[in-house]
């Protein structure tokens, strides 16, 4: 897998000719986000080692866009590793992502940039024993690690047509033997999967699967592919299994067709044979809904909303639904190796909800589910699918990781986020100079909002608040916040770039020294004054823009945030929706007792916390005759779960 705009509560700045204008200020309160409630059902799932094995990876994250990144060359590439996401990983990160609760850890790599050469398809030592270090680190946490070939499905390696079939065996095969051999000592924590999302790349049916009956030579073509990917499979099972040490009984996960569950499902599937007993898992992809989860903003169906009513939970439920009966019920396990939701104008309480449902719907069913994660948060900066800020090692959606945790069955750190009363003080736009400036009537401090606007083509771009002149120890340094993407774009101080000024441009010296760009960080937070530079553009075609020609800074919001006493957060874990007499369950007893009280609650009275238990209602605060209707929905199976939407 490959935009954050926080919604504004003041009117736009006034564009300023001059320094001199009106500071306006602004104070408002963040909203609490509801970590939801639900009970669903448990399906019967076999007493197998297969299954007890899923059941301990339990939830999972993965490290995107980081060492499946590609671009050109052969060789070592080691600068791939942050070429897209922008930062080398830290053991730091991995720890809170254990801390967070994920017991698995998915590590993509791509291969192609780093073997010697297309007839020579020896991997780069430095590439392979940096993809070991940070294997290393997910172990040394007890993590279980998902490692796998990954953007290497292309024409010139690995393609599941006839044609290229040859040349994708041989491709298959000598990654697998290499890194089975380097990873053999390695026990069952370390999962191999064969392939990413293998598909027939740049078809019309690259991401899908055409019926006969609507275009049968795309039909032909793709169940072609989907029989190659089993031959695929199968060369990469063989080349692991005969690597020998533990990987003779090492978990493998396989994919169908484009990693979706229709491929893996497909008539024309099977599981490769294996001289390992019940050792094979179905690998899936799915974001779904669709439009909720991954269809772009730009998309007239796609949709910021997610709550708890059936119409936004039934493509979930049809997918769990149709991995159980065909896997699980037949001792076949699965694991959800993509799944999420992307950021769209920080819809966090809807992604706080399918968050919790996702995960909920699967653990039901033992079917562990690892989150995308490429470290893009902005949803005008791409597919916006991160939750971990790792330039902090921080949680950027605290409340999300809370709803995926609370029925994964894991220990985990993370608490609800703090509330905040937010003070926004619009800077003054001179925008008469080389470059933009914004003035504020204070220092600035760590948090800004910018609203660029985006003109023609650019899809992608970025550039930097800069400071000239900032003194430190009596070296002159310019220094430059690093800021991307369009439209309210949050800048949080987190990266900077910095220049030891000498006597002439050419002799200005780039600062390395981490206690030095500290102590300029610090420095510039104090400053009321900066300047707004584009550096760089793409347009939707890939290619690159001058980016002062695409941009225009219409202002900027310097944002406040003072703490406040938080509050008792809604959907604590005590709450038992639907139990009114208080014995743990959900059943007809409670329905008889909520419709007495609702009669004559002065003599039928129940307690705070069976008040707190009937409202089952999202969106509604009392406690009304459709709350026990809500109940005895749930206790017949009408619905499967509680609370429900009011519009439910």
Same mark, same amino acid.
């Given at each position: 897998?490959?935009?954050?705009?926080?919604?504004?509560?003041?009117?736009?700045?006034?564009?300023?000719?001059?320094?001199?204008?009106?500071?306006?200020?602004?104070?408002?309160?963040?909203?609490? @986000?509801?970590?939801?409630?639900?009970?669903?059902? *448990?399906?019967?799932?076999?007493?197998?080692?297969?299954?007890?094995?899923?059941?301990?990876?339990?939830?999972?994250?993965?490290?995107?866009? +980081?060492?499946?990144?590609?671009?050109?060359?052969?060789?070592?590439?080691?600068?791939?590793?942050?070429?897209?996401?922008?930062?080398?990983?830290? *053991?730091?990160? @991995?720890?809170?992502?254990?801390?967070?609760?994920?017991?698995?850890?998915?590590?993509?790599?791509?291969?192609?940039? %780093?073997?010697?050469?297309?007839?020579?398809?020896?991997?780069?030592?430095?590439?392979?024993?940096?993809?070991? #270090?940070?294997?290393?680190?997910?172990?040394? !946490?007890?993590?279980?690690? &998902?490692?796998?070939? %990954?953007?290497?499905?292309?024409?010139?390696?690995?393609?599941?047509?006839?044609?290229?079939?040859?040349?994708?065996?041989?491709?298959?095969?000598?990654?697998?033997?290499?890194?089975?051999?380097?990873?053999?000592?390695?026990?069952?924590?370390?999962?191999?999967?064969?392939?990413?999302?293998?598909?027939?790349?740049?078809?019309?049916?690259?991401?899908?699967?055409?019926?006969?009956?609507?275009?049968?030579?795309?039909?032909?073509?793709?169940?072609?592919?989907?029989?190659?990917?089993?031959?695929?499979?199968?060369?990469?099972?063989?080349?692991?299994?005969?690597?020998?040490?533990?990987?003779?009984?090492?978990?493998?996960?396989?994919?169908?067709?484009?990693?979706?569950?229709?491929?893996?499902?497909? #008539?024309?599937?099977?599981?490769?044979?294996?001289?390992?007993?019940?050792?094979?898992?179905?690998?899936? %992809?799915?974001?779904?809904?669709?439009?909720?989860?991954?269809?772009?903003?730009?998309?007239?169906?796609? =949709?910021?909303?997610?709550?708890?009513?059936?119409?936004?939970?039934?493509?979930?439920?049809?997918?769990?639904?149709?991995?159980?009966?065909?896997?699980?019920?037949? !001792?076949?396990?699965?694991?959800?190796?993509?799944?999420?939701?992307? /950021?769209?104008?920080?819809?966090?309480?809807?992604?706080?909800?399918?968050?919790?449902?996702?995960?909920?719907?699967?653990?039901?069913?033992? &079917?562990?589910?690892?989150?995308?994660?490429?470290?893009?948060?902005?949803?005008?900066?791409?597919?916006?699918?991160?939750?971990?800020?790792?330039?902090?090692?921080?949680?950027?959606?605290?409340?999300?990781?809370?709803?995926?945790? *609370?029925?994964?069955?894991?220990?985990? =750190?993370?608490?609800?986020?703090?509330?905040?009363?937010?003070?926004?003080?619009?800077?003054?736009? !001179?925008?008469?100079?080389?470059?933009?400036?914004?003035?504020?009537?204070?220092?600035?401090?760590?948090?800004?909002?910018?609203?660029?606007?985006?003109?023609?083509?650019?899809?992608?771009?970025?550039?930097?608040?800069?400071?000239?002149?900032?003194?430190?120890?009596?070296?002159?340094?310019?220094?430059?916040? %690093?800021?991307?993407?369009?439209?309210?774009?949050?800048?949080?101080?987190?990266?900077?770039? $910095?220049?030891?000024?000498?006597?002439?441009?050419?002799?200005?010296?780039?600062?390395?020294?981490?206690?030095?760009? $500290?102590?300029?960080?610090?420095?510039?937070? /104090?400053?009321?004054?900066?300047?707004?530079?584009?550096?760089?553009?793409?347009?939707?075609?890939?290619?690159? #823009?001058?980016?002062?020609?695409?941009?225009?800074? !219409?202002?900027?919001?310097?944002?406040?945030? +003072?703490?406040?006493?938080?509050?008792?957060?809604?959907?604590?874990?005590?709450?038992?929706?639907?139990?009114?007499?208080?014995?743990?369950?959900?059943?007809?007893?409670?329905?008889?007792?909520?419709?007495?009280?609702?009669?004559?609650?002065?003599?039928?009275?129940?307690?705070? *916390?069976?008040?707190?238990?009937?409202?089952?209602?999202?969106?509604?605060?009392?406690?009304?005759?459709?709350?026990?209707?809500?109940?005895?929905?749930?206790?017949?199976?009408?619905?499967?779960?509680?609370? &429900?939407?009011?519009?439910?």
């Amino acid at each position: 897998m490959l935009r954050k705009r926080i919604a504004s509560t003041v009117t736009a700045l006034t564009m300023a000719l001059g320094l001199a204008g009106q500071f306006s200020t602004v104070a408002s309160s963040t909203p609490s @986000i509801v970590i939801p409630e639900l009970s669903i059902a *448990k399906k019967e799932i076999p007493d197998t080692d297969a299954m007890n094995f899923t059941k301990k990876m339990a939830i999972g994250w993965n490290l995107g866009n +980081t060492f499946d990144a590609t671009g050109t060359g052969f060789g070592d590439n080691m600068g791939l590793e942050s070429s897209w996401c922008g930062i080398k990983t830290t *053991k730091a990160m @991995i720890d809170k992502v254990k801390e967070g609760g994920f017991e698995t850890i998915r590590i993509p790599v791509s291969w192609h940039n %780093h073997v010697v050469s297309k007839t020579d398809l020896t991997v780069s030592e430095a590439w392979m024993n940096r993809v070991q #270090e940070v294997v290393d680190y997910a172990v040394d !946490n007890d993590m279980y690690v &998902i490692l796998n070939i %990954h953007h290497d499905n292309e024409l010139n390696w690995l393609y599941p047509s006839d044609e290229k079939m040859e040349f994708s065996t041989e491709y298959v095969t000598a990654i697998w033997q290499q890194v089975a051999e380097k990873f053999k000592n390695y026990d069952e924590h370390l999962v191999f999967e064969t392939l990413n999302e293998p598909r027939l790349v740049g078809d019309e049916f690259e991401w899908w699967i055409p019926d006969a009956s609507y275009n049968a030579a795309g039909n032909a073509r793709v169940v072609n592919a989907i029989k190659n990917i089993c031959k695929l499979n199968q060369s990469a099972v063989d080349a692991i299994r005969a690597a020998g040490g533990k990987n003779a009984n090492r978990y493998i996960m396989v994919p169908g067709y484009c990693a979706g569950p229709e491929g893996i499902m497909h #008539e024309a599937f099977t599981m490769p044979s294996d001289t390992a007993v019940n050792k094979i898992i179905a690998s899936v %992809h799915a974001y779904r809904p669709y439009f909720f989860a991954l269809a772009e903003l730009t998309d007239p169906q796609s =949709t910021p909303n997610f709550t708890l009513n059936s119409k936004d939970t039934k493509e979930i439920d049809d997918l769990m639904d149709s991995l159980y009966n065909h896997f699980i019920k037949n !001792n076949v396990p699965v694991v959800i190796g993509e799944f999420g939701a992307r /950021n769209k104008e920080e819809n966090t309480q809807a992604r706080t909800n399918f968050a919790t449902y996702y995960i909920a719907a699967a653990k039901a069913r033992n &079917i562990p589910c690892v989150w995308w994660d490429n470290n893009v948060t902005n949803p005008t900066a791409g597919e916006a699918f991160g939750i971990l800020n790792r330039a902090k090692a921080e949680w950027a959606y605290p409340t999300v990781v809370m709803g995926l945790m *609370k029925y994964a069955g894991t220990n985990s =750190t993370v608490v609800l986020p703090p509330e905040f009363k937010t003070e926004r003080i619009e800077g003054v736009l !001179n925008d008469t100079g080389s470059w933009p400036k914004l003035t504020f009537p204070e220092a600035i401090g760590s948090k800004l909002e910018l609203d660029i606007e985006a003109i023609g083509s650019v899809t992608g771009i970025m550039g930097g608040l800069c400071f000239n002149g900032i003194m430190l120890d009596g070296v002159s340094y310019w220094v430059g916040v %690093h800021w991307f993407g369009y439209g309210k774009v949050v800048v949080d101080f987190s990266e900077i770039t $910095a220049l030891k000024m000498g006597a002439t441009y050419g002799a200005n010296v780039s600062v390395e020294d981490e206690a030095v760009l $500290a102590e300029l960080l610090k420095l510039v937070q /104090n400053e009321k004054t900066f300047e707004f530079q584009p550096w760089w553009g793409m347009n939707a075609s890939g290619e690159f #823009e001058t980016p002062r020609d695409h941009v225009k800074l !219409n202002g900027a919001t310097l944002i406040k945030e +003072t703490l406040v006493e938080p509050s008792n957060p809604t959907g604590s874990s005590d709450v038992i929706y639907g139990d009114i007499n208080g014995d743990g369950t959900v059943s007809i007893e409670d329905v008889v007792m909520l419709r007495l009280y609702l009669l004559k609650p002065d003599v039928y009275t129940i307690s705070e *916390k069976a008040q707190a238990n009937a409202k089952v209602i999202t969106g509604q605060n009392s406690i009304q005759g459709n709350c026990a209707v809500a109940i005895q929905d749930y206790v017949v199976q009408k619905i499967k779960t509680l609370p &429900i939407a009011l519009t439910q």
